[in-house]
């Protein structure tokens, strides 16, 4: 089945740093979901990606959905504590169920 | 908008019990809902994706005579978990989609059930 990858699995950065991560697949999706999760909460959606191409930003976040189709990136800029948590990235193509990668864990140090 | 609700947030159990979660979308009408289980320091894994009115579809590998599930209403489904055992001790997130093209799916706060 359909497999994603996330890098790096985890980051420790200074606090104000920015920070890349990326997800990456085999195949294609249509569409790409960024979540964090926080330590015993549910994932929250920060950005949803529908078009091969395309740049979102929420806040200090911005995606992109890669022109392949088979990558996605998220930025955050000028980090801060709060930022700690994992990112999940989930792909989906039409007629299937989502499918989400391991994670990225962010830690950020003051 | 786009609020999931699970309850209980947490629950402690003995072997042989079983225990009922249920998920809710708040404030908008989902017809489909997923479960997920996450164990420590790891992705979420489907178990299974909930249509109302209709049959829950299983993922390969999940009982479906464990874990039951049922969609009433749009919004509203609900996990069982039958004769639960400690292996069955895990974080179990639902999660809605909503009603339309979008094909965004806004999770719950998730469930941890200790079975002991």
Sequence with gaps: GQQLNQSPQSMFIQEGEDVSMNCTSSSIFNTWLWYKQDPGEGPVLLIALYKAGELTSNGRLTAQFGITRKDSFLNISASIPSDVGIYFCAGHLNGQNFVFGPGTRLSVLP | ?116
């Excluded at chain 2, 947030?9 to 997923?34: H, N, P, Y």
């Excluded at chain 2, 004769?83 to 965004?104: L, M, Q, R």
Aim: aromatic share 12%; net charge neutral; charged share 15%.
């Design chain 2, 1 to 116: 908008g786009a609020v999931v609700s699970q309850h209980p947030s947490w629950v402690i159990c003995k072997s042989g019990t079983s225990v009922k979660i249920e998920c809710r979308s708040l404030d908008f009408q989902a017809t489909t809902m997923f479960w997920y289980r996450q164990f420590p320091k790891q992705s979420l894994m489907l178990m299974a994706t909930s249509n109302e009115g209709s049959k829950a579809t299983y993922e390969q590998g999940v009982e479906k005579d464990k874990f039951l599930i049922n969609h009433a209403s749009l919004t509203l489904s609900t996990l069982t978990v039958t004769s639960a055992h400690p292996e069955d001790s895990s974080f179990y997130i639902c999660s809605a989609k909503t009603v339309g093209n979008s094909y965004e799916q806004y999770f719950g706060p998730g469930t941890r059930l200790t079975v002991t």
